[in-house]
């Protein structure tokens, strides 16, 4: 994928692209050793580090944390409430934290309204070599094709290599819509998932279309997830070459 260029040999990276979609499980801290490798087991490829649901930010536990996840490529994310988080700790705080796992993991998802606050954050990542994920979420609709077009713009332009574009979808038609956008804007790195009810069946076809990721119910189900078991089945039975491990 062009858009992954940059980071070509990133473990998120090679994730993306040689087993698209990767599956991403979220994890909070303190996972018993045998879920992780229940985790991997079971065809999950990314492990999803939801920070701001940790027990604790101090930089010696998110270091401890973040290491355990080495049969794993892994993406640390921190997201207030107002993007579906538990993080209230202040962006200043939130960079901090970023900074103390960026050593150990392999990528970043900051929500793009809180990229111009974090943009040395996105900096940093980029001069280590990480893949930097940038985020939008609507939990009430899904945007305008339009709308759509200009978030994905604005991620690119604020140093995304991969834009995450997850929406509410309140009937078939905003399925379709978000899908013709994964068409249209695939070789530019996205990450499209439509939630609700509706939106499940996007969970595997929207990686048929180019989505580099979907996203699997763990500790924290969002409406519309699969199981693991469920998602991998069905990626290896629509997507054979993707089930064929190098």
């Known amino acids: 994928m062009n858009a992954l260029s940059r980071v070509a040999t990133n473990r998120l990276a090679l994730a993306m692209t040689t087993r698209t979609p990767a599956v991403a499980l979220s994890f909070v801290d303190g996972e018993p050793d045998a879920a992780l490798a229940a985790a991997v087991a079971a065809g999950v490829d990314v492990a999803e580090?939801?920070?701001?649901?940790?027990s604790s930010v101090d930089a010696d536990h998110v270091v401890a944390e973040t290491q355990?996840?080495?049969?794993?490529?892994t993406l640390a994310t921190i997201r207030t409430s107002d993007e579906g988080g538990e993080w209230d700790g202040g962006d200043t705080a939130r960079a901090a934290v970023f900074r103390a796992a960026m050593p150990f993991?392999?990528?970043?998802?900051?929500?793009?309204?809180?990229?111009?606050a974090l943009a040395s954050v996105i900096e940093d990542a980029r001069s280590a070599g990480l893949v930097v994920v940038l985020s939008f979420h609507d939990f009430e609709s899904t945007p305008s094709t339009g709308r759509l077009d200009e978030l994905i713009d604005r991620g690119v332009a604020a140093g995304a290599d991969v834009v995450k574009v997850s929406a509410l979808a309140g009937s078939p038609i905003d399925v379709r819509r978000l899908a013709e956008v994964t068409c249209r804007r695939a070789d530019g790195g996205v990450i499209t998932i439509a939630m609700g009810e509706h939106g499940s069946i996007s969970r595997v076809m929207f990686g048929a279309l180019g989505s580099l990721m979907t996203y699997c119910a763990g500790s924290h189900e969002v409406s519309g997830?699969?199981?693991v078991t469920e998602t991998v089945a069905l990626l290896d039975r629509f997507m054979p070459d993707r089930s064929r491990r190098g």
Request: hydrophobic letters at 50%.
């Open 49 to 54: 580090l939801r920070i701001d649901r940790w």
């Open 225 to 227: 997830q699969l199981s």
């Open 105 to 116: 993991v392999d990528g970043i998802d900051i929500e793009l309204a809180a990229a111009g």
């Open 68 to 73: 355990r996840f080495g049969n794993l490529a």
